[in-house]
Nanobody, 113 residues
Framework: QVQLVESGGGLVQAGGSLRLSCAASGITVSVNAMGWYRQAPGKQRDWVATVTSAGSTSYSDSVKGRFTIARDNGANTVHLQMNSLKPEDTAVYYC???????WGQGTQVTVSS
């Protein structure tokens, strides 16, 4: 079955950077659309970024220019590089295999002011 395991979350000061990873099994990330989403406390889960099977990327307006989604096909992993982090980026970040509708367990990102 498809499994997604996120890692790389943590506590960082505003202006800092983190790199999240999503290790996939049971699915090949290079031929599937993969996405990152986030959910802040008391709020709905929101889309953050997508990389399509063709390699095209797209971002929510709130992270455009600061976050970068990328695939490592050899490691079958999808990364989310997050720069210039803000306190409002604090959330649990989830990886998703979009066409399969499968979610990872999430990784906490906390940005202190």
């Amino acid at each position: 079955q498809v499994q997604l395991v996120e890692s790389g979350g943590g506590l960082v000061q505003a202006g800092g950077s983190l790199r999240l990873s999503c290790a996939a099994s049971g699915i090949t990330v290079s031929v599937n659309a993969m996405g990152w989403y986030r959910q802040a406390p008391g709020k709905q889960r929101d889309w953050v970024a997508t990389v399509t099977s063709a390699g095209s990327t797209s971002y929510s307006d709130s992270v455009k220019g600061r976050f970068t989604i990328a695939r490592d096909n050899g490691a079958n992993t999808v990364h989310l590089q997050m720069n210039s982090l803000k306190p409002e980026d604090t959330a649990v970040y989830y990886c998703r295999a979009i066409s399969r509708g499968v979610w990872g367990q999430g990784t906490q990102v906390t940005v202190s002011s």
